[in-house]
């Protein structure tokens, strides 16, 4: 087919290599997240071939604030089981073949990396299953006693669901709290649910946790939790969260 043939002269075409300290830099017509083209690096070695990513794909994740939970790691794993290709303790993506295996486990690896960067994309749902698994661990990790998904009836009759509930302990009063992935879009609804459930919650702290991993909430969003008596954190800071739970 004439298509497929213009299709692999272009791909052949747009690759380029450069040979740097005994490795052959190899950049690829594909394009990761931020925009920039994949770069792999192969050499041989006791007659084989290694083809690395030196751990850039990983770099790139961290860099936009893609920690590695467990649920991460375990959809990760999915991914490389898939392509048959490994990581390594410091974090690259790399494989080891024959030379007369190079073709297709080197698609297979440029699949992989591929597939691992698009986690960024993540959809909102997961981004925001994945936060409440982030806070979760949190508390555990700092040995904070709570209860999830925590149901409270409001005036209205609306069931209201609040993530993570924290009995009293110490000084500190009982506290709900809620996640705000996107401040802009979360804050209305939030404090309409923390007025419609006043009465049904008695005396409760309440907490709002806000994920400011790709947005930055505004000094007046801030400022609107606080004039309902919510207490603002940002996940940047969460230090001092859990400073405020131990007090």
Same mark, same amino acid.
């Given at each position: 087919?004439?298509m497929?043939d213009?299709y692999?002269?272009?791909l052949k075409s747009n690759?380029t290599?450069h ?8 950049i690829t017509?594909?394009?990761?997240k931020?925009?920039?083209?994949? $770069?792999?690096?192969?050499?041989e070695r006791?007659?084989k ?6 751990? $850039? ?10 920690s590695p939970?467990?649920r =991460?790691?375990e959809?990760?794993a999915t991914i490389?089981?898939g392509?048959?290709? !490994?990581?390594?303790?410091?974090? +690259?993506i790399e494989?080891?073949?024959e030379?007369?295996e ?7 690896l440029? $699949? ?5 960067? @698009?986690?960024?994309?993540l #959809? ?5 299953s994945m ?8 508390l555990?990790? @700092?040995?904070?006693t709570?209860h999830a998904n925590q149901?409270?009836k409001g ?5 209201v669901?609040?993530?993570f509930y924290?009995?009293?302990?110490k000084q500190?009063?009982? #506290?709900?709290i $809620?996640?705000?992935?996107q401040p802009?879009a979360?804050l +209305? ?8 459930t006043?009465e049904? =919650?008695?005396?409760? +702290?309440?907490?709002a946790l806000i994920n400011d991993a790709n947005?930055q909430p505004t000094s +007046?969003?801030?400022s609107?939790f606080?004039k309902?008596?919510? #207490?603002?954190f940002?996940?940047?800071?969460? !230090?001092?969260?859990i400073d405020?739970l131990?007090?």
């Amino acid at each position: 087919m004439k298509m497929l043939d213009t299709y692999l002269a272009w791909l052949k075409s747009n690759y380029t290599t450069h040979e740097i300290d005994g490795w052959t830099e190899v950049i690829t017509p594909f394009l990761d997240k931020n925009n920039d083209h994949i $770069q792999v690096y192969v050499r041989e070695r006791a007659g084989k071939i290694v083809v690395t990513d030196d751990g $850039q794909t990983f770099s790139n994740l961290n860099m936009s604030g893609f920690s590695p939970t467990e649920r =991460r790691l375990e959809i990760m794993a999915t991914i490389f089981r898939g392509f048959n290709i !490994d990581w390594t303790e410091d974090s +690259k993506i790399e494989l080891t073949c024959e030379k007369s295996e190079f073709a297709q486990r080197f698609h297979s690896l440029m $699949q992989t990396i591929i597939s691992t960067d @698009n986690l960024g994309y993540l #959809t909102r749902e997961n981004v925001k299953s994945m936060f409440m698994e982030d806070v979760a661990a949190l508390l555990r990790d @700092n040995e904070v006693t709570y209860h999830a998904n925590q149901e409270v009836k409001g005036r209205s009759g609306l069931a209201v669901n609040f993530p993570f509930y924290i009995p009293a302990h110490k000084q500190f009063p009982s #506290t709900h709290i $809620q996640l705000i992935n996107q401040p802009k879009a979360n804050l +209305k609804p939030f404090l309409f649910e923390w007025s419609d459930t006043e009465e049904s =919650r008695g005396n409760t +702290k309440s907490i709002a946790l806000i994920n400011d991993a790709n947005i930055q909430p505004t000094s +007046k969003a801030l400022s609107a939790f606080e004039k309902y008596e919510v #207490t603002p954190f940002l996940w940047s800071k969460k !230090d001092s969260f859990i400073d405020e739970l131990a007090s």
